[in-house]
Every structure is written in structure tokens, then in C-alpha cells.
């Protein structure tokens, strides 16, 4: 199975701060189709995951636009670009390249 | 809106037998392939199996033999029936639309005697 690798496991930021977050994959995410099916979702405090950018760095409707996606391969980064109160919860990238789908063990953010 | 509601947890003894149900609504559901999965108590999120639009269906190995997951289009319903039941199946269960774009807000399953 892919192994997703996030660090930090912990993050603690200032509101306006921007933050990022890395996820790196045991093997590369790149589809035959031409599709990286790397996502990120947000679990914030007693609900259920929310789906942030998808395929990397694409944004569904809906989705505040200072969370932004990037990367390549097997290194891909969240960058959330002025963090506001809301966005306190646990951040996970997911890959659906390969079955089984996998996640991320977590990253928490924190506000200071 | 595409929303998706799980129902059928509980308190349930160890070697039992569950049915979660979980009910779609908002977008074509024959159309899509769908997810469970488990998040343990503290824990982070694991996949448990995953049925395509035909009904083909693949299974984590933690739980392989012993759940079984189903769908009716006619009812737009999702199911994942859990049999055997052991202390570590305890969890929050989602289902999640293929993609993980969108989650239900997931039912606790509690296993212990």
C-alpha cells in the first residue's frame, strides 16, 4: 500500500499567518491518465472530513481560496495563505492513484 | 445538495453482526462509486472497502471475510453489513462518495462486551 508521509504532525499559528503543510508518498501518484489523485481534506473539531483542493490543486466551489495545493509525483504541499479561526482542526492528504486509497497519518493545526 | 446520512450504529457485542445503511441524495448515486471509511477513537482515517458503480467491490485486508458492502440504486442506499464484530472494528463510520469529495457525518460503532 502507498504510505503517505505528513510532517509537521503539529502546527501552531497566529491568525493572518501562512502555514504549510507536506505530504510525500512511498511512490509516485502520477496516473496513466495523466491525473494525480492526491486530495486534502480538513476534519475540524467533531466533524466530518471536508475536501479542500483535490487532484493536487484544483478547488471545488465553495472552498475559501487561500487554501492552495501543489506539488508533483511524490511531494505535494498545502499552503494555507492567512489562517483564520475556522481552519483549526486536523489536516489529512489522501492519494486514490492506487488502490487501496491511503491517508496521511494527520497534521494538527493549532491556533496560538 | 449531494448529502449522504449513515445510520444502523451502536452497542454491539464482540462475534455480532451490524448493518450500517448509509442514504444518498443530491447526485445520480448509480453513477458513482462508494467508500467506508473508519476512524478509531483518537485515531486517523483508514479505508475499509469500496463498491464501484457495477457493484464490483474491494475490501480492506483488517476486514476482509467478514464485511460486505452493497448498494441498491433503486433506494439509493449504501450498506456495509459487518459481521464477527471484534473490540478493534470500534470506530466512527463514514461513507464517502468516490473521491472522498463528499462525506456523511458518520455513525460510532461500539464493540465490546
Known amino acids: 500500500d502507498v504510505v503517505l508521509t505528513q510532517t509537521p504532525p503539529t502546527l501552531s499559528a497566529t491568525i493572518g499567518q501562512s502555514v504549510s503543510i507536506s505530504c510525500r508518498s512511498s511512490?509516485?501518484?502520477?496516473?496513466?491518465?495523466?491525473?494525480?489523485?492526491l486530495n486534502w481534506l480538513v476534519q475540524r473539531p467533531g466533524q466530518s472530513p471536508q475536501l479542500l483542493p483535490y487532484?493536487?490543486?484544483n478547488l471545488e466551489s465553495g472552498v475559501p481560496n487561500r487554501f492552495s495545493g501543489s506539488g508533483s509525483e511524490t511531494d505535494f504541499t498545502l499552503k494555507i495563505s492567512g489562517v483564520e479561526a475556522e481552519d483549526l482542526g486536523v489536516y489529512y492528504c489522501?492519494?486514490?492513484?492506487?488502490?487501496?486509497?491511503?491517508f496521511g497519518a494527520g497534521t494538527k493545526l493549532e491556533l496560538k | 445538495a449531494v448529502q449522504l446520512v449513515e445510520s444502523g450504529g451502536g452497542l454491539v457485542q464482540p462475534g455480532k453482526s451490524l448493518k450500517l445503511s448509509c442514504s444518498a441524495s443530491g447526485f445520480t448515486f448509480s453513477s458513482y462509486g462508494m467508500h467506508w471509511i473508519r476512524q478509531g477513537p483518537g485515531k486517523g482515517l483508514d479505508w475499509v472497502a469500496y463498491?464501484?458503480?457495477?457493484?464490483?467491490?474491494v475490501y480492506a485486508d483488517a476486514v476482509k471475510e467478514r464485511f460486505t458492502i452493497s448498494r441498491d440504486n433503486a433506494k439509493n442506499t449504501l450498506y456495509l453489513q459487518l459481521n464477527s464484530l471484534k473490540s478493534e472494528d470500534t470506530a466512527i463510520y463514514y461513507c464517502a462518495r468516490l473521491g472522498a469529495d463528499y462525506w456523511g457525518q458518520g455513525v460510532m460503532v461500539t464493540v465490546s462486551s
Open positions: 487532484s493536487v490543486s
Open positions: 489522501m492519494q486514490a492513484t492506487h488502490a487501496p486509497l491511503t
Open positions: 463498491i464501484s458503480n457495477s457493484s464490483g467491490t
Open positions: 511512490q509516485s501518484l502520477l496516473d496513466s491518465d495523466g491525473a494525480t489523485y
